[in-house]
């Protein structure tokens, strides 16, 4: 492919960095720069690794007005990324969007018709895509290797500061808000739109109580129900654990799903290779910085048309809106 020229709007996202390190070590991309709307945020980070030797815009102009930049990385804090992501839509340019598509329903469906008016590639930056062990179970899933899948639960706590707490505070889910989009991507891919939608969000620490740091999500569909539960404040490391339920076997991604070393299979019958039972199959570590690489890689050869898109837009609409629904930002 030919090099595709690229920057990067933001370095608020708590993925920022690890995003423009990709860009940087791809030598598909030209790198053009970098644009931070606060003076101080740019301050703390401009000179230091990764964004030594980065050239930095003293304005969003220089990126949107600039018909060489073809794609942009949008960085800025998830309260910021959905106005920005509509600002390079606009001015034509394909996407690397990280999540989640922000509150505002009714805009990020307007982004996202624009973006198909324009035959541009907007892609979420929901990295687990691209780990070993999650493909590897959604494919068994979808083609119905367990059988038929009647259970999912997913535990992605983490252990959050109070000055972060208060950011997120500002999404009325709190951390559902944040990370459930990671989990319900893999939900909604292996088994499409939710009936109903429930969720319980508390906050238990005591600390920044508007931000809610103790949740559950609940996913109806017609035969099949799925559990997300995500705190703020689990003791480190973190026990994330992925688990899939059929009707002819299971398979769960052991805790912690990063790097995420091992499956457990266990099946009713032997079958694509595997015997009856339970067995344990392993993966190499799916480092997070290589999980960014590869998501990149798919950007750019969806741009030069080398390969379809990892996910269509109707998937991509249909992880924002089931987020929105457990969350409080739109109607069940």
Known sequence: MAKIRMAQYGTGHGHASG????????DQVELAGIFEPDPEKRQVVEGKAPYDGAHWFESVGQILE???????ASEGRNEEGL??????????????????AGDNWAQWRRVVRKAEEQHLL????????????????????????????FSVRAHMSTSLSEAARKIISVHQGGILYDLGGHMLD???WMLGRPRKVSAFMRNDSGVIPEFKDNTLGVFEFDRAIAFIDIAAMETPPMARRFEVYGSQGSAILMEPFEPGRSLRVCLDAARGGFQKGEQTVHIPPQDRQVLYERELGSFLA??????APNRPYAHELLVQET??????????
């Open 19 to 26: 995003k423009w390190l990709a860009m940087k070590k791809n």
């Open 66 to 72: 600039d018909t060489s930049i073809v794609a942009v």
């Open 83 to 100: 106005n920005q992501t509509e600002a390079l839509v606009v001015a034509g340019k394909h996407v690397w969007y990280d999540k989640p």
């Open 122 to 149: 907007v892609q979420l930056g929901y990295m687990f895509r691209y780990h070993q062990g999650f493909s590897q179970i959604t494919e068994w899933a979808r083609s119905g290797f367990l059988g038929e899948i």
């Open 186 to 188: 893999q939900v909604v």
């Open 302 to 307: 969806a741009i030069a048309s080398v390969q």
């Open 323 to 332: 987020l929105l629904r457990a969350t409080g930002g739109i109607a069940v």
